[in-house]
T-cell receptor, first 111, second 116 residues
Framework: QQPVQSPQAVILREGEDAVINCSSSKALYSVHWYRQKHGEAPVFLMILLKGGEQKGHEKISASFNEKKQQSSLYLTASQLSYSGTYFC????????????FGSGTRLLVRP | GAVVSQHPSWVICKSGTSVKIECRSL??????MFWYRQFPKQSLMLMAT?????????EQGVEKDKFLINHASLTLSTLTVTSAHPEDSSFYIC????????????FGSGTQLSVL
């Protein structure tokens, strides 16, 4: 069961904010967020574990609502370098480290 | 962060030939590695879980006889695409789980396979 990401794509001007959502139909142990640029491998952003924690990394933060089986990635004051495709990877409650990736959200930040 | 090396980064082969892709963890031991396939503008689809010293576990719909996985050491897993066909053309990415229980997955740089 592939998690559902929304929106599918978003265009921002530099300095604007964005929220990317990831929703799963099954119980989760953790949610991982990655950013991928064209032709490159995904780059790790952060992990959120069950317990409803929230994390931040510079101007990128995320939350994980275990009960709702949802996670959101928050991009504030976006920079040109934020452009790429964002994927959430969900790990099931069996904690097998096997990630199932969402469909991706394409983000374009323009000057 | 930990480094995962994947080789080759790009390969072109004729239909019917076999291609081997290597995934190495350079500065840590990886008891578990994962192989993903990604078609253009699509998500990463998990193909199989590779465990050191045991048989790989394949996801539903993935042919184990076509995609041979070997995880002979704690730092190396290989994926061999046997009798490749044009529909096997894709971006293949491996990821490695650090053996100490670190929950981060470290990705290789990927291999773009084109089958003519």
């Amino acid at each position: 069961q592939q998690p559902v990401q929304s929106p599918q794509a978003v265009i921002l001007r530099e300095g604007e904010d964005a929220v990317i959502n990831c929703s799963s139909s099954k119980a989760l142990y953790s949610v991982h967020w990655y950013r991928q640029k064209h032709g490159e491998a995904p780059v790790f952003l952060m992990i959120l574990l069950k317990g409803g924690e929230q994390k931040g990394h510079e101007k990128i933060s995320a939350s994980f609502n275990e009960k709702k089986q949802q996670s959101s990635l928050y991009l504030t004051a976006s920079q040109l370098s934020y452009s790429g495709t964002y994927f959430c990877g969900t790990e099931g409650a069996d904690s097998s480290y096997k990630l199932i990736f969402g469909s991706g959200t394409r983000l374009l930040v323009r000057p | 962060g930990a480094v995962v090396s994947q080789h080759p980064s790009w390969v072109i082969c004729k239909s019917g030939t076999s291609v081997k892709i290597e995934c190495r963890s350079l500065d840590f031991q990886a008891t578990t590695m994962f192989w993903y396939r990604q078609f253009p503008k699509q998500s990463l689809m998990l193909m199989a879980t590779s465990n050191e010293g045991s048989k790989a576990t394949y996801e539903q719909g993935v042919e184990k006889d076509k995609f041979l996985i070997n995880h002979a050491s704690l730092t190396l897993s290989t994926l061999t695409v046997t009798s490749a066909h044009p529909e096997d053309s894709s971006f293949y990415i491996c990821s490695a789980l650090e053996g100490t229980g670190n929950e981060k997955l470290f990705f290789g740089s990927g291999t773009q396979l084109s089958v003519l």
